[in-house]
């Protein structure tokens, strides 16, 4: 059973907190523009990309020793056509840079909000959270949170696959801003 | 009806090649070591990443004009951590930087020769095909051929989209040399 806290209170952050408090972790919320005490030994970045410079000012000193969940896609929301990272690089990373004394995860990018909440995606495949990270214990206490609500969830390498999942992210998002897609479907794992 | 040329022999050329006929479309078959004359109108790039430039060195000139299909998922597998290809870019871009001529269009590096030749990912899933390109007609052309054949296709945007394929890709492979999938399983579309 995991103690986490969730900065933020939009759709993301209600399917996440619902999945996880499904689960059996106790789940508190903070909203990212009232800064609060951090309890949760988990923590769930919840916030779009362009929060994260004033969240990680605000929270930045009690985030030493937690697992920070990074759930951004970090995109160009003028052009829909590239990232505002690095190329190379991802959220995750700048995050983890700015966080030394943290442990850095990334996951949920990839599954949309109605994908957690109902566990499918397109109404017909499990989902799958995907979880990169450089810390093996919370990778796995992530993981077992996940799955104890009901999820799966995978380890999908090192934190540097990042990359990889943002462009995930990335895809997923275009291809259902451009209807291809619906926002309860995307990119499932199918083993 | 399309008419379809192959360059190469191996597993990825025989299972694409096996979806396209089966729709309908002339295949034909070139080995990459033995040069041999183009007769299709889209010529299928199935060879591994380094075989590139040696094909594109051998066959170029006979590109002119056609739709080429890069399939190719330019990994660096000694390390398994990264790709070949200047971060942001992609395979695809460099193939189309050497065919200028050509409409170049990034397909099939999604999905393992398994998924195409049963038509489902992990054994349940409904085997997409994902398309990136520039040219709209080469794309419908491709997509049509895909779905001739039976399995689903879809038009996932501009061919620097390609950088997200091959990121999906990447992590895909990733997830089956260390058997976290099997190499039937993978990234399926759930609309």
Redesign the interface.
């Known amino acids: 059973m995991s103690s986490v806290t969730i900065i933020g209170t939009g759709s993301m952050a209600t399917a996440i907190g619902g999945v996880l408090a499904g689960g059996g972790s106790t789940v508190t919320y903070l909203g990212h523009g009232t800064p609060g005490t951090i309890d949760g030994d988990i923590v769930v970045l919840a916030i779009p990309y362009p929060a994260v410079a004033d969240v990680l000012a605000t929270y930045g000193a009690q985030l030493a020793g937690k697992v920070v969940v990074d759930i951004t896609n970090p995109l160009d929301f003028a052009t829909f056509?590239?990232l505002v990272v690095?190329?190379?690089?991802s959220a995750a990373a700048e995050i983890a840079a700015a966080l030394p004394d943290s442990h850095v995860l990334k996951a949920f990018n990839t599954t949309f909000a109605g994908t957690l909440s109902t566990g499918t995606?397109?109404?017909?495949?499990p989902t799958t959270v995907l979880v990169a990270g450089d810390d093996a214990d919370a990778k796995a206490a992530l993981v077992a949170a996940v799955e104890a609500g009901g999820l799966k969830a995978?380890?999908?390498?090192?934190l540097?696959?990042a990359?990889?999942?943002e462009?995930?992210g990335?895809?997923q998002l275009?291809?259902a801003v451009?209807e291809?897609?619906?926002w309860t479907?995307?990119?499932?794992?199918?083993?």
Chains 1, 2 share one sequence.
Request: cysteine-free; glycine content about 18%.
């Open positions: 056509d590239s690095p190329a190379g690089s995606v397109g109404g017909t495949v995978l380890d999908a390498g090192s540097a696959r990359h990889e999942l462009a995930i990335f895809l275009t291809l451009s291809k897609i619906g479907g995307g990119f499932a794992l199918a083993k």
